[in-house]
């Protein structure tokens, strides 16, 4: 063996650890970029993305109705434009517009001087026509005597007679013309026919009104009835009793209910359609006079599986939906049924379960497959329940 000096054994050693931390340096700082590499070729795990409140429901079962669609406007029961029975100058006006109003309460009153007059001369003529058949009667029967006796002719009684008949036609005829003004002077003054709110006044004090002339209108708002208009092919769905449901403009998600009164038995040929009346109590007064409502006869009615309308796509080649599960979106194809119209829900037959979570709105455009959370705080409470998840907004670049 052989034997290497001191000084070269330590000098051999110092070179061996050298060259050994050198290796290990190159070896850490491949190592290095090659973990950099790996680090940046690795894909980046793509974020959820949170769908919002109003982007997802659950598959319920509810009562579901559907039947023809409608459309009209509702009309007071009983309403009256009360108009000028006589002429004249409009003396007083008591009401306004809205002003509630009992029935028999004086409106307005319409100048009754002359008419006053003619009442009077009218009176007048009527207690003298009777003055005059009563002098004519009691000549009647006097001269019935001498008839009888043969003092005077037959010709000359028939004469008197005569005249007692004539007096009675001008009592009559008077009576009549008394009878009529004073009627005339009742119709100076207009009167509420029956309890309701002035819905329109058309004339003012001092106004010149001729016989004819509206004047006020008196609806009662405290029983309405909806004037709608339904396709004629629906003709046989449509039935006195039938329940109605329908929404009034103005009122939001409000519905209300009514149920058929009439149908009228002829088809408009124009439209094609039939009109229908529909009677709506209306005991708080909470509906207006000449609002427009849709809405649908309730012909059929059953409980079944349902989901918003919104949520089905029938894009697709089979009607389907886009259902959350284990935090993915997935389309699942359906077989919808019955629709209500008014709720807008959809039946589904097949295709999903109660509880079932789908999708809404813009979160249909969703990919199958993308990863989704679901929101804190659901909008109604066919979302409570859901899962709570950290929130990410649709239009982040993840969802994208």
């Given at each position: 063996?052989?034997q290497?000096?001191?000084g070269g ?5 110092r070179?061996?650890?050298?060259g050994?931390?050198?290796?290990a340096?190159?070896?850490?700082g ?8 790996a ?5 980046q795990?793509?974020?959820?993305v ?13 009562e579901l109705?559907s039947?023809p ?6 009309q ?5 434009t009360l108009?000028?029975?006589?002429g004249?100058?409009?003396?007083e006006?008591k009401v306004?517009?809205?002003q509630?109003?009992k029935?028999?309460?004086l409106l ?7 008419l006053?007059?003619?009442?009077i ?8 026509a009777?003055?005059?058949l009563?002098?004519a009667?009691?000549e009647?029967?006097?001269?019935a ?9 037959q010709?000359?009684f028939?004469r ?7 007096a ?5 005829e ?11 002077l009742?119709?100076?003054r207009?009167?509420a ?10 004339a003012n004090?001092g ?20 004037e709608a208009?339904v396709?004629?092919?629906h003709?046989g769905?449509?039935q006195?009793?039938?329940p109605?449901?329908f929404r ?12 058929i009164?009439?149908?009228?038995p002829?088809?408009?040929a124009?439209?094609g359609?039939v009109?229908i ?5 209306n ?6 006079v000449?609002?427009f409502a849709?809405?649908?006869?309730a012909?059929?009615?059953r409980?079944?599986?349902?989901v ?5 796509d029938?894009?697709?080649t089979?009607?389907s ?6 935090g993915?979106v997935?389309r699942v194809?359906?077989e919808?049924g019955?629709r ?9 037959r097949?295709g ?5 979570v789908v999708v809404?709105?813009s ?10 959370q679901l929101p ?15 929130r990410q907004d ?7």
């Amino acid at each position: 063996m052989r034997q290497v000096p001191g000084g070269g054994l330590r000098a051999l050693v110092r070179g061996c650890r050298s060259g050994v931390l050198l290796g290990a340096l190159g070896l850490a700082g491949l190592g290095g970029c090659n973990g950099q590499k790996a680090e940046s070729a690795a894909p980046q795990a793509e974020a959820p993305v949170l769908l919002g409140a109003e982007n997802v429901t659950r598959a319920e079962v509810r009562e579901l109705e559907s039947g023809p669609v409608i459309s009209g406007s509702l009309q007071a029961q009983r309403a009256a434009t009360l108009r000028a029975e006589v002429g004249g100058a409009l003396l007083e006006v008591k009401v306004e517009q809205g002003q509630p109003v009992k029935r028999g309460e004086l409106l307005m009153r319409i100048d009754d001087a002359a008419l006053q007059d003619q009442a009077i001369a009218a009176r007048s003529a009527a207690r003298v026509a009777g003055n005059s058949l009563e002098v004519a009667r009691a000549e009647e029967e006097r001269n019935a005597k001498l008839a009888e006796a043969g003092v005077i002719t037959q010709r000359d009684f028939d004469r008197i007679k005569l005249a007692r008949e004539q007096a009675e036609a001008q009592r009559s005829e008077a009576q009549a013309r008394h009878a009529l003004t004073q009627e005339q002077l009742g119709r100076t003054r207009i009167t509420a026919p029956f309890n309701g709110v002035v819905s329109e006044r058309q004339a003012n004090a001092g106004d010149i009104v001729a016989p004819g002339s509206p004047l006020v209108t008196v609806v009662d708002p405290s029983s309405l009835r909806l004037e709608a208009s339904v396709p004629a092919e629906h003709a046989g769905a449509l039935q006195p009793g039938t329940p109605v449901d329908f929404r009034v403009s103005g009122y939001g998600d409000e519905s209300f209910e009514g149920k058929i009164e009439r149908v009228n038995p002829v088809v408009d040929a124009a439209t094609g359609q039939v009109r229908i009346y529909v009677a709506l109590p209306n005991v708080e007064q909470a509906l207006r006079v000449g609002l427009f409502a849709q809405g649908r006869v309730a012909s059929e009615s059953r409980e079944a599986l349902a989901v918003p309308a919104g949520a089905v796509d029938l894009r697709t080649t089979t009607p389907s939906v886009l259902r959350v599960r284990e935090g993915k979106v997935e389309r699942v194809s359906v077989e919808p049924g019955l629709r209500d119209e008014v709720a807008q829900q959809v039946e589904i037959r097949s295709g999903l379960q109660a509880g079932d979570v789908v999708v809404l709105g813009s979160a249909r455009e969703l990919a199958e497959g993308t990863s989704v959370q679901l929101p804190r705080a659901p909008a109604s409470q066919e979302q409570q329940g859901l899962q709570e998840q950290p929130r990410q907004d649709l239009t982040s670049p993840a969802s994208r």
